[in-house]
């Protein structure tokens, strides 16, 4: 498809929800505010790769940082409205992919028993 004929915002969007871990993190904060630690025990991704994510979608305005003057610091990440506004695209991606998607081991243990025939 000729890139031209896209939607800049359309193109824009895509870019942000299909860069890596980016719809999985929104997933995730929609649960409400997380600590870091939190967010990166649910995922496997990297603290170093988690914070550029997370920095990314706070650039965005999809997710906002807040520090709480505390001792030791405390500091969470929650969906702005913005980020919110994604729930309805994220659940229709959920139910897809409950109707559509095969999991990856379910997909390799069919092959070996259709090649172990």
């Known amino acids: 498809m000729d890139t031209s004929m896209l939607c800049p915002r359309f193109e824009k969007g895509m870019q942000i929800l299909s860069k890596r871990w980016n719809g999985l993190i929104i997933y995730q ?14 995922l496997p991704v990297s603290g170093r ?3 550029e994510r997370l920095k990314d979608l706070e ?22 409205q913005k980020g919110l506004a994604l ?6 991606i959920q139910d897809w992919s409950q109707s559509w ?17």
């Open 29 to 42: 904060l929609m649960g409400g505010p997380q600590r870091f630690c939190s967010i990166q025990s649910s």
């Open 101 to 117: 998607v095969e999991p990856e081991a379910m997909v390799l243990e069919a092959e070996y028993s259709q090649t172990a025939k």
């Open 59 to 80: 650039h965005e305005g999809m997710v906002v940082r807040h520090v709480y003057p505390e001792t030791p610091v405390r500091i969470e990440y929650e969906l702005t």
């Open 87 to 92: 729930e309805s695209v994220i659940r229709g």
């Open 49 to 51: 790769l988690l914070s």
